[in-house]
């Protein structure tokens, strides 16, 4: 069975597909509408983005050193793995299904890349591309079984979620482990962009926003469609420009704990991995055929297919996608530990991969989703072992938070989907 099979099936308005059309000409009308978008239960990533306010202001309060430099830079990296895994299981979620097997495959996909740089002395690049590779081939089989012979996604990943398991028992043995120590693709999490580097990589992103976001405004006053106002624009550019820049000016800071010493500035190698990742996989959901086809098949398949599109490719290819970006959320989880080992991905990878991208505001029903609500879910599942771990906190206590956590967002999705419902959305 897939996730959606116990609620209602939304209709094509009811999708982030149709987020397009809903605009307003002036900025109090864009503000009225946002009101009204809220009221009727589309919240997005907001719950999200207040959560993860409110996590650090009180981690900020309990604790001196959470807000540090040294200790931001700490929760880029440990989030980096988790925000990938989400993004690539937004794809599967978005049509209702689920891939139980995301964590593990990443696991054998980073066991496979390490075996091959160890014992037969691949390059980094040629290994990623079989570790990535491997990750593909088995969304392909997975999507196959799910798409052609019809088996719920749930039987068929947890087959493959109990098999992978074997990979990396098989080739490095119980018990053992295999160093993940390449400079480069461990200088993913240990190494910084060099400060200037830094910088220009921000002032590229937000002037490239800038341009196309006005280029985008100007394109339809021209040709006489319904536009944003130019001050939500101004608006949007303004808040962006503060984020990045700022974050830059935050991790470009000397962070040792000893500045006199050494010296640790610049933003993590691994960040621009994950802001990469996230705008190429926005583009694909937001700008391409194959991104509106996704939404169309998770908000109505049957309408999708009366319409001519092809949903068993839709979804082998979201299966494809989720199991490749597992493969490299597991190659950044090892470049952080700095190994692999036969448990690597089996733990609560998954779960928490899930828990980020529901907290996001992605619908476990299918239809609603988006690339940047595993970024911010993945941020705020990362913030609370992070601020626990500076309490000196029980384990027991991070599992009990987050399982909290994620029990309220799917809360929050269910009343939104009802709300949604009732006012016709």
């Not at 309060?61 to 807000?67: P, T």
């Not at 006005?214 to 469609?225: H, I, S």
């Not at 992605?362 to 992070?386: E, M």
Request: hydrophobic content about 55%.
């Amino acid at each position: 069975m897939t996730l959606g099979s116990t609620s209602p099936t939304p209709s094509v308005a009811d999708t982030d597909f149709a987020a397009d059309t809903r605009q307003a000409a002036t900025l109090q009308d864009s503000a009225r509408d946002y009101v009204s978008r809220l009221r009727g239960g589309d919240m997005g990533s907001l719950p999200a983005i207040l959560g993860l306010i409110v996590l650090f202001i009180v981690f900020t309060a309990l604790h001196d050193r959470f807000l540090t430099t040294y200790n931001m830079a700490n929760l880029v990296v440990q989030a980096a793995s988790i925000c990938v895994l989400a993004m690539g299981l937004v794809f599967v979620l978005l049509l209702g299904e689920i891939d139980l097997s995301a964590g593990v495959a990443g696991g054998a996909s980073a066991t496979i890349t390490a075996l091959v740089m160890i014992d037969h002395g691949w390059e980094w690049w040629a290994a990623t591309l079989l570790g990535i590779g491997a990750g593909a081939a088995i969304g392909v089989v997975i999507g196959l079984l799910v798409a052609e012979l019809g088996i719920p996604s749930f039987v068929v990943t947890l087959a493959f979620f109990l098999a992978l398991q074997a990979v990396p028992l098989k080739l490095i043995g119980s018990g053992g482990s295999l160093r993940f120590n390449d400079e480069i693709l461990r200088g993913l999490s240990i190494k910084n962009v060099p400060i200037v580097a830094g910088w220009i990589a921000a002032a590229v992103i937000v002037l490239g926003f800038a341009a196309l976001v006005l280029w985008r405004y100007r394109t339809r006053v021209a040709r006489g469609l319904v536009h944003q106002p130019l001050a939500l624009v101004l608006i949007q550019i303004a808040v962006l420009a503060a984020i990045v820049l700022g974050v830059t000016a935050l991790l470009s800071a000397n962070r040792a704990p000893n500045p006199e010493l050494f010296n640790i500035s610049g933003i993590p190698w691994v960040a621009p991995v994950v802001i990469a990742l996230l705008l190429f996989w926005t583009f694909v959901l937001r700008r391409t055929r194959f991104g509106r086809h996704l939404y169309a098949v998770g908000g109505n398949a049957e309408a999708a297919r009366r319409a001519g599109i092809n949903v068993r490719r839709v979804k082998i290819a979201a299966f494809v996608i989720c199991s490749g970006m597992a493969a490299v959320s597991g190659l950044l989880a090892a470049s952080y530990t700095g190994k692999v080992s036969p448990g690597s991905g089996g733990g609560n990878e998954l779960l928490y991969a899930v828990g980020a991208a529901v907290i996001g505001g992605t619908s476990l029903f299918g239809g609603r989703g988006r690339a940047i609500d595993a970024v911010v879910g993945g941020l705020v599942i990362a913030t609370i072992p992070n601020g626990l771990g500076l309490l000196n906190q029980a384990s027991y206590i991070n599992f009990l938070v987050t399982g909290g956590v994620l029990l309220l967002a799917a809360s929050v999705d269910a009343i939104s989907r009802r709300r949604r419902s009732a006012s016709g959305v």
